[in-house]
């Protein structure tokens, strides 16, 4: 699975971006997908996820304010962040994860970056 993130760049503090990860390969819809972001001097953190039947969960600061979706007709997760504060400043990851008896299974995209500033 190969995974791209798009749509990241510079905004200012109360504005919106939708990020979105385009999956290469098959069986999409069986992965669980996630969200991570990691800030400059800060560890990498979950930032919101949904799993293969579509259950979402989101990290307490994200909550009311980001929305991940799926589309598995086109492989693609979506991330609507809304209400942005500078603190949301931060490399956005794809993450692509699923488990089967076999092993555990995870993959990375490239990142993109998001700039919340004046």
């Known amino acids: 699975v190969q995974l791209v993130e798009s749509g990241g760049g510079l905004v200012q503090p109360g504005g919106s971006l939708r990020l979105s990860c385009a999956a290469s390969?098959?069986?999409?819809?069986?992965?669980?997908m996630k969200w991570y972001r990691q800030a400059p001097g800060k560890q990498r953190e979950l930032v919101a996820g949904?799993?293969?039947?579509?259950?979402?969960n989101y990290a307490d600061s994200v909550k009311g304010r980001f929305t991940i979706s799926r589309d598995n007709a086109k492989n693609t997760v979506y991330l609507q962040m809304n209400s942005l504060k500078p603190e949301d400043t931060a490399v956005y990851y794809c993450?692509?994860?699923?488990?089967?008896?076999?092993?555990?299974?995870?993959?990375w995209g490239q990142g993109t970056q998001v700039t919340v500033s004046l």
């Open positions: 949904i799993t293969s039947g579509g259950r979402t």
């Open positions: 390969g098959s069986r999409f819809s069986i992965y669980a």
């Open positions: 993450n692509a994860d699923r488990s089967d008896v076999a092993g555990r299974y995870r993959y």
